[in-house]
C-alpha cells in the first residue's frame, strides 16, 4: 500500500471513529470531553504517519521497547504528542517507561508503585482493575483496589482514575458500568474503557478515555 492511500484510510477512519463518538456522548448526555487513544501497536510506519498528518496527538502502546523503537526519535519532532501505555509493565522497565509515556494506565501492583515512585518524574497513572477476576490477566483484583491506591498515594504518585479490559467472551457494559462505579466511589475522574469494539458502550457508561486500535489503524498485520 503506498503511503498516500494509507493516508486516507486512516484519516478517514479516524473522523468516522470521532463522529461515532460524538453521537454517543450526544445519546447519552455526554458533554465533558472524551479523548480518542489511538492504540499504535505493531502497526506500521505508514499508518503511524497517516494518523500525525490526521492531525492525530495520542497514542496508546502496550510494550515499553516496541513504543521507544516507534516513537523515541518521533518524540523530539511532534509538538503535543501524548503516549499513554496500556499494557503491562514490569519493574524492571519502570525507568524506560517513565522516560517515555505521558501517562501510564496499568499500575496494578504494589511493587510496581514503588518501582515507579523511585524515578526522577513518574507521570500520572491509572490503576488497571481486573473488573473479570480473570486469573492470567493483569490488573489489581477489586478488593485489593484500595490498598493499592492508599500505597500510590503515600508514594506521591499522581492516580487519575481507572482502567479495564473486559473479559473477551462477556457482554462490556456490565464491567464499564463497575468500573464506572468504582471510579465515582473514590473521586477518581479518568476512565479508560472501550476498545474497537465496544467505544460506544463506554461512553454511555463514563468513559474518558477510548483506546482504538484496529478501527483506527486497519487491522494488525501478523508479525
Ligand atoms: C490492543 C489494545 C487495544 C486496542 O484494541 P482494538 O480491539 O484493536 O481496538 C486497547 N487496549 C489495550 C490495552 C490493548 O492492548
Known sequence: MDADSSFSDVAERRRDILSRMDASCTAHNRDDPVTLVAVSKVQPDDRIDAALRAGHRVFGENRVQEARTRWGERRGEVQDLELRLVGPLQTNKAGQACELFDV???????????????????????????????????????????????EARALQLTVQGLMCIPPMAEPAGPHFAYLAKLAKQRGLGVLSMGMSADFETAIAFGATHVRVGSAFFGARQPG
Open 104 to 150: 501510564i494506565e496499568t499500575l496494578d501492583r504494589p511493587k510496581l508503585a514503588r518501582a515507579l515512585a523511585a524515578q526522577a518524574s513518574p507521570p500520572p497513572c491509572l490503576i488497571q482493575v481486573n473488573t473479570g477476576l480473570e486469573p492470567q490477566k493483569a490488573g489489581v483484583l477489586p478488593e485489593s483496589l484500595d490498598p493499592l491506591l492508599a
